[in-house]
């Protein structure tokens, strides 16, 4: 019971701390300059991307968990992609694919690529180079990372109408300083770093007492609590009709999820990190890419109206995600 309620605990302070991170990020955004479509899909993806990124070094680092680690991210970028069925439960008649603009296909095309090369190295283990302990693959997923942000940024100059009408909106933080902002952000983000650091820990326990084992405990439980801030912000982004900055930041904290995966194995001295977790993960990174092609269907297709709740595509995420979550807990 007492691990149960520290898992919650861990939770709950990530969630909190997340939203006001998300605030302040904003804030500092719209001191900086910044649009809200880049803030999505750079800023903050990265940003509620915080709890990924520590406690998956925190996993290999100090508790030798590489499988809680890779779950984690793997599972994350699966709930990232379930958002957009929560998305479009509460935007509205129109389906969420049709409130925002078509470029974020290419954000979700370097995630499906991202993915994919998971997958590969997954799966191929130890017959891929490596420099040191370091695969030659994590190299290269961080390369892919760089160009799919410079890719992004470049098309979104092209769109300079709509940027520009971005960064005429009216300023809604006058009232706050610089120095407030920047120290909020900081205050929180020590926050999540904390909390998310005792996760793997809780995360090991669980799989331990439960007998359901590191794969899933990773790619549910421990997902799930990292994956809470890019919920709250998406969702907060669309209630104030930023739809695109909300969308943004769920692809975008995918690709970013994937480079994650690529610095845990800087940390990660026992060899390539991809070489050393449970084959059950190219479940969850294939069940993803799966789920960001619907995705990309979808923001092609742009249906006119949802037949109930949700629209077509949001139901088909929804069927990959529960399939996703059946497969791993038999595998278990």
């Given amino acids: 019971m007492i691990l149960w309620l520290q898992f919650i605990a861990c939770t709950v302070a990530i969630l909190v701390a997340g939203t006001h991170l998300s605030k302040y990020g904003d804030i500092i955004a719209e001191k900086t300059g910044l649009g809200r479509t880049w803030i999505g899909v750079v800023l903050m993806a990265s940003v509620t991307s915080l ?23 793997l599972g994350a970028c699966m709930l990232n992609v379930l958002m957009i069925p929560v998305l479009d439960l509460i935007g509205g008649s129109a389906p969420i694919s049709t409130r925002v603009h ?5 954000t979700a095309g370097f995630g499906i690529l991202v993915l994919g090369l998971v997958s590969l190295s997954t799966l191929l283990g130890t017959s891929l180079p490596s420099i040191g302990w370091i695969g030659v693959n994590s190299l290269i997923l961080i390369a892919i990372y760089f160009l799919a942000m410079r890719m992004v940024f470049f098309y979104e100059k092209r769109r300079i109408a709509e940027f520009v009408k971005e ?7 006058r009232h706050v300083s610089k120095a407030k ?15 998310a650091m005792y996760l793997p820990h809780l995360g090991a326990e669980i799989a331990a007492r439960t007998g359901l084992g590191q794969t899933f405990v990773g790619s549910v439980f421990i997902a799930l609590s990292t994956t809470l801030p890019e919920l709250v912000v998406s ?7 930023a739809a695109d900055m909300a969308v943004g930041n769920l692809f975008g904290s995918t690709v970013f999820n994937i480079l994650v995966l690529a610095i845990d194995d800087f940390f990660y001295t026992a060899g390539p990190l991809l070489a050393h977790v449970s084959g059950n993960h190219v479940v969850s990174a294939v ?8 995705a990309v269907i979808g923001l092609t297709y742009r249906a006119a109206e ?10 088909a995420i929804l069927a990959v995600y529960f399939f996703n979550l059946l497969s791993l807990y038999n595998m278990r």
Avoid: C, R
């Fill in 51 to 73: 709890p990924e990124l520590v406690t998956g070094i925190s996993s290999v680092a100090l508790f030798d968990l590489p499988d809680i680690a890779a779950g984690n991210i």
């Fill in 102 to 106: 078509q470029g974020h296909i290419l």
């Fill in 167 to 173: 960064m005429a909106e009216e300023v809604q933080y």
């Fill in 181 to 195: 902002a920047y120290t909020m952000f900081g205050v929180n983000a020590v926050l999540i770093i904390g909390a």
């Fill in 235 to 241: 969702v907060s982004a669309l209630t104030i009709g």
């Fill in 287 to 294: 069940s993803a890419m799966v789920a960001l092609s619907i």
């Fill in 306 to 315: 949802k037949p109930a709740l949700f629209a077509w595509d949001s139901l």
